[in-house]
């Protein structure tokens, strides 16, 4: 007897599949994939990271709440983003993904002034993950813990840079600002789904770590 359709149904989220994400990191044209993509379980094809609204057309001009989510509904304007909580339940064909953002409040009108989003998504086994731009995608934060709660993990990967000695840490974000939770549908109970964007020129894009 063969449980596993019923099961996979029944999940919290997508499966949680790391063998698989390091496969597909180490293709050129599909280690672009980032947060955005991964939290609505997508692998994307091509050069660049897909960032909000480019699906709708218009990515976003301004990295706050408001902003984002609502480009993130343009773009997903048939699956119903929703707001939701840590705690709600769901109902079935659903899950959650969490937002947050980093004001980067220190470095303010500066030259090095660099805000920044990022994603995490809660898979079927009820823990969280998340892809950080193109490195490989993970179930553990900033200290290497593993992720049950996404506004207790923690999301200072400035701070984690700078611990492991390395100098390149002007890229790296503590992402203190939470967005919200939300609730999406789920686009496969088996897997990734690989897309193309057709995106607007690049002469009209900006530089992005996500």
């Not at 149904?9 to 063998?19: F, H, S």
């Not at 408001?66 to 997903?76: G, L």
Request: hydrophobic share 20%; glycine share 6%; net charge negative.
């Amino acid at each position: 007897m063969n449980l596993k359709p019923a099961d996979l149904e029944k999940c919290m989220g997508p499966l949680w599949q790391p063998k698989l994400w390091r496969e597909i990191n180490k293709e050129e044209y599909l280690k672009h994939t980032n947060c955005y993509s991964y939290a609505f379980n997508y692998i994307d094809y091509g050069d660049e990271k897909l960032q909000p609204g480019e699906i709708h057309g218009t990515k976003y001009k301004k990295t706050t709440c408001d902003e984002i989510i609502q480009k993130v509904k343009n773009d997903y304007v048939n699956d119903d983003v929703e707001k939701t909580s840590l705690q709600e339940k769901l109902p079935e064909g659903r899950y959650k993904v969490s937002l947050f953002i980093d004001m980067d409040k220190q470095r303010k009108d500066t030259d090095s002034h660099d805000q920044d989003y990022h994603f995490y998504r809660q898979d079927c086994n009820g823990t969280w993950s998340h892809k950080p731009g193109t490195n490989e995608a993970t179930n553990k934060d900033a200290s290497g813990n593993a992720i049950t709660n996404p506004e207790n993990a923690d999301r200072n990967y400035e701070k984690k840079c700078k611990g492991e000695g390395r100098k390149d840490c002007g890229e790296e974000h503590n992402y203190q600002t939470l967005c919200g939770y939300f609730s999406v549908p789920k686009n496969s109970f088996h897997g990734p789904v690989t897309r193309f964007v057709e995106r607007e020129s690049k002469s009209n894009k900006s530089n992005d770590t996500n």
